[in-house]
């Protein structure tokens, strides 16, 4: 296992379009995170995951974002009708436990 | 609500020289710190992980401390070398959650 894998890489995407991201965390690991990162910022909690069952929900979250982890595996991210404010770097985590969590490489969206 | 402060937001050095980074937290009643490593364009590394009811972590030429009360953290770098370029993010991890809170960053340049 090298580690967590997120893909696309890069997305470039039309304003209004949808997206969808995907996340596979280490394969032993229970937990995984889903964090949002704008230019000169540090990354910002959206969602979080112990197994199938969604825990937290960030209230940056929008009607607009859904994420799912279909028997507590990969997740998927998708942002529905993609505005220029979503333009940041996805960021995924996954953890066996509390903490210690390893993050993916991201997933670097630009609405344009 | 928590808040978490770095300072300074950049830094420049000539190789060799000791630094540190500052980090604030306004809540002290946190689980752990976690000082990251990230390279442009690239998801975080965790460099050093404090527990609250601990001082001080040391890797290598790497050493953090942390001081709960005062909601202050620092990470220092001893003899620093042009690999060591990148941003260093602070989170802290607060009670009864399972999220990190980051702050937005220190850029950090060793050139030659």
């Known amino acids: 296992d090298t580690g967590v894998s997120q893909n696309p890489r890069h997305k470039i995407t039309k304003r209004g379009q949808n997206v969808t991201f995907r996340c596979d965390p280490i394969?032993?690991?229970?937990?995984l995170y889903w964090y949002r990162q704008t230019l000169g910022q540090g990354p910002e909690f959206l969602t979080y995951?112990?197994?199938?069952?969604?825990?937290?929900k960030s209230r940056l979250l929008s009607d607009r974002f859904s994420a799912e982890r279909p028997k507590g595996s990969f997740s998927t991210l998708e942002i529905q009708r993609t505005e220029q404010g979503d333009s940041a770097m996805y960021l995924c985590a996954s953890s066996l436990g509390p903490t210690g969590e390893t993050f993916g490489s991201g997933t670097r969206l630009t609405v344009v | 609500k928590q808040e978490v402060t770095q300072i300074p937001a950049a830094l420049s050095v000539p190789e060799g020289e000791n630094l540190v980074l500052n980090c604030s937290f306004t809540?002290?009643?946190?689980?752990?710190l976690q000082w990251f490593r990230q390279d442009p364009g690239k998801g975080l590394t965790s460099l050093l992980l404090?527990?609250?009811?601990?001082r001080e972590q040391t890797s290598g030429r790497l050493n953090a401390s942390l001081d709960k009360s005062s909601g202050r953290s620092t990470l220092y770098i001893a003899a620093s070398q042009p690999g060591d370029s990148a941003t260093y993010l602070c989170?802290?991890?607060?009670?009864?959650?399972?999220?990190?809170?980051f702050g937005t960053g220190t850029r950090l340049q060793v050139f030659p």
């Open positions: 989170a802290v991890r607060e009670e009864n959650t399972d999220k990190l809170i």
């Open positions: 404090i527990q609250s009811s601990q």
């Open positions: 809540d002290s009643a946190i689980y752990n």
């Open positions: 995951f112990q197994n199938e069952a969604q825990l937290e």
């Open positions: 394969s032993e690991h229970n937990r």
